[in-house]
């Protein structure tokens, strides 16, 4: 098993920053990918970006490219998301995921493992 906590979200004006961390407990040595989700109230869950543990090659979401990125500490086990020029469309529960073989992906099946989430919102 792993767990991941995340934390780091909060409130910001539009054009602020922001940077959410996910930290990875247990089984560690499984992981192989690492993704950041997010989830709006009335919609669904969507991709923002992964990273694969080992060599890490990054993807990320058209919506996020250029304001968003994915890093990582190997010896912390965590993940980070460090998110500039926040817009009001950001604003949802981010969560943590990470896939066990293979990625990055960016659809949520292969991620077998999910954290509690923490909330984003952006005001205009």
């Known amino acids: 098993q792993v767990q991941l906590v995340e934390s780091g979200g909060g409130m910001v004006q539009t054009g602020g920053n922001l940077r959410l961390s996910c930290a990875g407990s247990?089984?560690?040595?499984?992981?192989?990918?690492l993704a950041w989700f997010r989830q709006a109230p009335g919609k669904e869950r969507e991709f923002v970006a992964s990273i694969r543990w080992s060599g890490g090659i990054t993807d990320y979401a058209d919506s996020v490219k250029d304001r968003f990125t994915i890093s990582k500490d190997n010896a912390k086990n965590t993940v980070y998301l460090q998110m500039n020029n926040l817009k009001p469309e950001d604003t949802a529960a981010y969560y943590c995921?990470?896939?066990?073989?293979?990625?990055?992906?960016?659809?949520?099946?292969?991620?077998?493992?999910w954290g509690q989430g923490t909330q984003v919102t952006v005001s205009s």
């Open positions: 995921a990470l896939a066990t073989y293979g990625g990055p992906y960016s659809r949520t099946g292969p991620y077998g493992y």
């Open positions: 247990g089984r560690t040595f499984s992981i192989n990918t």
